[in-house]
């Protein structure tokens, strides 16, 4: 029986938990994964095995908003669409981020990393760059067909994450699970990291703001090859979710 939903349309459901872990695996198997850490590697000296775990986190950390009590208590009826979740599910890894200290993702660096990321010519590659270039930036983005930028205001942003009651347990086995699955030193210490928060309470406060503006998401300049990243990761989570939600769902 589901008891945290990824889906229901009243006839077929999808388990949250085996979605992200399925997502996750998907993610950390395709040929694409390893294609662009090989790129990655060869262009930037960025380390492969990171770059290829970091997208496996991504799949891992793309709904896990969808555990928020308000949209699984719609839950027993239908639930299909799930409303801005990636943005909370984006204010989650930065969460994360801060709390493993990736420095880039404090309250005071956050906007320079995103302008540098999205905006300039980036130069290093930093474990906070890396993190948020292949994990926060693509969850933000992984429904960029329905960002609207009015709702990353200040005012729209959830300040709490409430995970539901059904699904908190389940969301602690599974971090505790899928640790295993990667080798990388940051790697764990970010599913590390997310299996303690979920185990102080199933209420996290505080949530990071987003500093996404406009010009994030419209930018006519000549494309920086940071945002060929970006949609190079966006085309293997999204290809991932496709392929699981359709098995799970069919």
């Known amino acids: 029986m589901v008891i945290c939903y990824a889906f229901n349309d009243g006839s077929r459901n999808e388990c949250l938990i085996d979605h992200l872990r399925d997502v996750m695996m998907c993610c950390k198997d395709r040929w694409e994964n390893k294609g662009l850490s090989k790129k990655l590697h060869s262009l930037y000296g960025v380390d492969e095995p990171l770059v290829s775990e970091l997208i496996a986190i991504a799949g891992l950390l793309h709904d896990i908003g969808k555990a928020d009590e308000g949209y699984q208590l719609e839950c027993k009826e239908v639930c299909k669409e799930f409303p801005d ?147 190079a990761v966006l085309g293997i989570l999204n290809l991932c979710d496709g392929i699981v939600a359709s098995r799970r769902r069919r």
Request: hydrophobic share 40%.
């Open 85 to 231: 979740h990636y943005i909370l599910s984006t204010q989650f890894s930065i969460y994360l981020g801060r709390d493993i200290g990736l420095n880039e993702l404090s309250a005071e660096n956050i906007s320079k990393t995103f302008n540098e990321i999205l905006l300039e010519d980036l130069n290093r590659f930093t474990e906070g760059i890396t993190y948020t270039l292949i994990v926060v930036i693509p969850i933000l983005l992984h429904h960029y067909a329905q960002i609207n930028p009015a709702k990353l205001s200040l005012k729209e942003l959830r300040k709490e994450f409430n995970v539901h009651t059904g699904c908190w347990e389940d969301i602690l086995k599974l971090f505790n699970e899928v640790i295993d699955a990667v080798e990388v030193e940051l790697s764990k210490r970010i599913i590390k990291s997310a299996y303690e928060i979920f185990s102080r309470s199933s209420t996290i406060k505080d949530l990071p703001v987003i500093p996404l503006k406009q010009e994030y998401l419209f930018s006519y300049q000549k494309p920086l090859p940071q945002r060929f990243i970006i949609n």
